[in-house]
């Protein structure tokens, strides 16, 4: 019979073991961390303050800004402190919240990104609905639906996590506190909680990935066989790349670590691949929707001359 230890903490092993690699770490993921925090943060300050960008669109991108400073705040702070210090330890309690959140928002983040296909859908195809179709109760409950849907699926991770035994070495072979690492050390059982992953992670990720995608992929077809018109198919066309850029950045990475077949060697790659959307993906997102859209560009610029001028 295996000696089921009695967990306290966890060692967070990181991102790598090279001393004088640290130092550089640190203040490359402080400089991201900052640059996802202003960036994210001037959006979600640009959305409030500009009564034009009081529209559905725009709702959803607020929600997603806010997503991703929470996002990014789960894991960096932990992981700038583990780069500083010699006591790499994470609290049980601890290390159950940082999974907990981190699948809430990651979750939460998939499904918004879906909402906001189906939000230019019907834009872009039924624009004579699309006030009576996305008014403001429909997109604060789509929101809302999210949100709370994400919160149950990432309790049942917490819940049937913290309810394992862990009887192997407690060193996590990982930055922060994931699913997949902490199965690697428990003992007993553990079918339950790779179903989890497989099938509920599995099935979110791939059923929100092909909604948002087909949504994107009938406005290219609706665009394509509808409208002759050179320059509403640009603006279009325009917005839907930006989208889809962010929903390659998203789901690549996810589907990379929840999706495939764990391996021997799959914990190193996870650890790299988790920085992409743990930490690489917060920050593009603000780039990505601002620098090609003109509409948060002109709102920047009079907030900046009422304040200013």
């Known amino acids: 019979m295996e000696n089921v230890t009695t967990v306290s903490e966890f060692l967070l092993l990181g991102l790598t073991s090279v001393q ?18 202003v960036g994210n943060g001037a959006i979600l300050v ?34 700038l402190l583990t780069l500083l210090s010699t006591r790499r330890v994470i609290s049980f309690l601890g290390c159950i919240t ?14 918004l990104l879906a909402i906001m296909g189906f939000d230019r859908f019907v834009a872009i195809c039924y624009p004579l609905h699309y006030a009576m179709l996305m ?12 949100w709370l849907t994400s ?34 050390l428990a003992c007993g059982d553990t079918q339950v909680n790779q179903w989890l992953i497989s099938i ?19 406005v290219v077809g609706f665009l394509l066989f509808e409208h002759q018109s050179c320059s509403t198919l640009h603006k279009a066309l325009s917005t839907c790349a930006s989208h889809l850029m962010v929903l390659c950045l998203f789901y690549g990475p996810v589907g990379f670590t929840y999706i495939r077949p764990a391996s021997a060697t799959s914990m190193v790659q996870d650890r ?3 920085v992409i959307y743990s930490a690489v993906t917060p ?8 620098l090609r859209n003109k509409e948060v560009w002109l709102a920047l610029k009079k907030i900046f001359r009422r304040k200013f001028c």
């Open 20 to 37: 004088d690699l640290q130092p550089f770490f640190f203040v490359l993921f402080l400089i991201i961390y900052m640059i996802s925090l």
């Open 200 to 218: 509920i992670t599995g099935g979110i990720s791939m059923d929100a990935f092909f909604l948002t995608l087909l949504s994107y992929l009938y």
């Open 98 to 111: 940082q999974l907990h959140f981190f699948h809430f928002l990651g979750c939460s983040e998939a499904i």
């Open 272 to 274: 790299m691949v988790a």
């Open 46 to 79: 640009i959305i409030i303050l500009e009564p034009k960008l009081h529209s559905p669109m725009y709702f959803f991108l607020g929600n997603l800004s806010c997503l991703d400073i929470c996002y990014s705040s789960v894991t960096l702070p932990k992981l």
């Open 151 to 184: 919160f149950l699926y990432a309790l049942m991770h917490s819940v049937l996590t913290a309810r394992l035994n862990f009887c192997h070495s407690l060193k996590l072979h990982h930055f922060f506190c994931d699913v997949k690492p902490l199965l690697e």
């Open 135 to 146: 008014n403001h109760q429909v997109c604060v409950l789509l929101a809302a639906v999210a």
């Open 283 to 290: 920050v593009l997102n603000p780039l990505i929707y601002t």
